[in-house]
């Protein structure tokens, strides 16, 4: 069984920064790609950051420049620090992970319960 549990959320006013990190823990063969995604009520689940195993990294339009994502492939952590923080980016952040549990296994998607970040104006 696979884990991603995830820390660092909460209520920050505008410009403000938030550290997002997330754990994956279990059998854990290989992680290829770490990911940041959000959602609000009512709109689908966008993805915000991703990152590879070799460190190439993927931002969404709305938060290059504002956001860096990073991971620690040792610890199979992936952080978000999220700052100049805007109202829009209030939102439930999910983090994701695409991995193997075996060496002969299938790669599958795995996420966490979700964090809640609310940036007040």
């Known amino acids: 069984q696979v884990q991603l549990v995830e820390s660092g959320g909460g209520l920050v006013q505008a410009g403000g920064s938030l550290r997002l990190s997330c754990a994956a823990s279990g059998t854990i063969f290989s992680i290829n790609v770490m990911g940041w995604y959000r959602q609000v009520p009512g709109k689908q689940r966008e993805l915000v950051a991703a990152i590879t195993a070799g460190g190439s990294t993927n931002y969404a339009a709305s938060v290059k420049g504002r956001f860096t994502i990073s991971r620690d492939n040792a610890k199979n952590t992936v952080y978000l620090q999220m700052n100049s923080l805007k109202p829009e980016d209030t939102a439930v952040y999910y983090c994701?992970?695409?991995?193997?549990?075996?060496?002969?296994?299938?790669?599958?998607?795995?996420w966490g319960q979700g964090t809640q970040v609310t940036v007040s104006s």
């Open positions: 994701n992970a695409d991995l193997k549990s075996g060496r002969y296994y299938p790669r599958s998607d795995y």
